[in-house]
């Protein structure tokens, strides 16, 4: 058998999602490609990939075995470049993951310019509120919201974002601006369970001249919502005080329709980073995509 070969076609059948998509990528017969994959499951005597009548679907051995064969290719196809000594012009799928709303205002605009200075690239975007594992899930780069923990992942910091309430000015003008956070106790709020309990605030504490104590307010939400845009929605339209962070509500903030409140509350900023997989050659498609993102998504942060 062509190991090799045989993993490039089991990598073209995950990525075409079928064995006759992998086949017209390839410029090969189905049989051949049944062949190779069959002939692949054989040596590793483990079932890669399950087939239904609608779908074809990687099995849990064939998902990890997949991250193992994207990196060999990967490494050997870097490996060839530098020993033919040319320039690693990116080509292929750069597959990616930011949080839902980032990714749409912020890091689709920096897609677009990736996709416009290397025609041979595609993308994948993978836009959800939680952390996604880069590796288990068969991606590249992940913008990262919030302290990382220690991981192999090698990660630039693009900069900031803070943790804010804002509300309405026809809100504060009919309830009242709070003056600290145990005045939300008198206030309609909205929770967006993604950043707080739907019950309960904190507040961090100062060590400054203040000397301010950490508090931890019980409020009684008006609505509960898992986004943010549905909860800035609800906020501007009067219905009370809202906690997201600083770049969801960026719009209605500069056009007014919000207002901020309890800034000297506000807990210190979340930094914003770009993570990918430490890996042992620089992926060309990975190392082109951080030369374009990472001053544009800083240029963005600054200005929020």
């Given amino acids: 058998m062509d190991r090799l070969g045989a993993i490039r076609v089991f990598v073209a059948i995950a990525d075409a999602g079928s064995l006759s998509a992998a086949g017209e990528r390839l410029g090969m017969p189905l049989t051949t490609v049944s062949r190779h994959l069959k002939a692949l499951e054989e040596a590793l005597n483990t079932r890669l990939v399950t087939r239904t009548t609608r779908r074809l679907a990687l099995t849990e051995p064939g998902q990890n075995y997949l991250e193992t064969c994207r990196r060999v290719l990967g490494d050997l196809d870097m490996a060839e470049r530098h020993l033919a000594g040319e320039k690693a012009e990116p080509r292929g799928l750069l597959a990616l993951t930011a949080p839902s709303l980032f990714g749409r205002l912020h890091v689709r605009p920096v897609v677009s310019a990736y996709l416009d200075a290397y025609p041979q690239m595609t993308a994948r975007m993978l836009l959800v509120n939680r952390v996604v594992n880069l590796v288990e899930e068969g991606l590249d780069v992940g913008i990262r919201i919030g302290h990382l923990p220690d991981s192999a992942m090698r990660a630039t910091t693009l900069g900031t974002v803070r943790l804010i309430c804002c509300a309405s000015p026809a809100y504060l003008e009919a309830a009242g601006v709070p003056a600290e956070p145990r005045d939300l106790l008198d206030h309609s709020c909205i929770t967006f369970t993604s950043f707080s309990q739907p019950d309960r605030w904190g507040f961090p504490g100062s060590g400054g001249p203040e000397k301010r104590k950490a508090q931890n307010?019980?409020?009684?939400?008006?609505?509960?919502?898992?986004?943010?845009?549905?909860?800035?929605?609800?906020?501007?339209?009067?219905?009370?005080?809202?906690?997201?962070l600083s770049y969801q509500a960026q719009a209605a903030l500069k056009d007014g329709s919000l207002r901020r409140v309890l800034e000297d509350f506000e807990p210190e900023p979340?930094?914003?980073?770009?993570v990918h997989r430490e890996d042992r050659l620089p992926q060309p498609k990975v190392q082109a995509f951080s030369e374009i993102a990472v001053p544009l998504l800083r240029k963005a942060l600054k200005a929020l």
């Fill in 217 to 244: 307010v019980p409020v009684e939400p008006r609505l509960i919502v898992n986004t943010a845009e549905t909860g800035i929605d609800a906020a501007v339209s009067g219905l009370g005080i809202v906690r997201v």
């Fill in 270 to 274: 979340l930094p914003v980073s770009l």
